[in-house]
């Protein structure tokens, strides 16, 4: 049995989840803040956050306006 890797090279499609979330990472956090960030730590640290804020707390249409850790607790309750 051959097992492939998550994601093979030259297809978009395997990591689309991860690329959509830096992409909105990227808009919503690093362009036209880029100036924030004077060190490395600063930037790891806003990254952080971000994580963190996009896990509990950001809500989306897609997730009933709940953000994406409440959705997954009520989808599995059902």
Not at 14 to 28: A, L, Y
Not at 33 to 45: C, N, P, Q
Request: glycine share 6%; with cysteine; hydrophobic share 30%.
């Amino acid at each position: 049995k051959i097992i492939q890797s998550m994601s093979r090279k030259g297809n978009c499609y395997d990591n689309c989840i991860m690329e959509t979330f830096f992409g909105r990472m990227k808009n919503e956090m690093f362009y036209g803040h880029e100036k924030e960030y004077s060190a490395f730590e600063t930037f790891a640290k806003a990254v952080d956050g971000y994580i963190n804020y996009y896990n509990n707390e950001r809500i989306q249409e897609k997730t009933k306006w709940m953000p994406p850790t409440k959705f997954r607790e009520a989808s599995m309750c059902t």
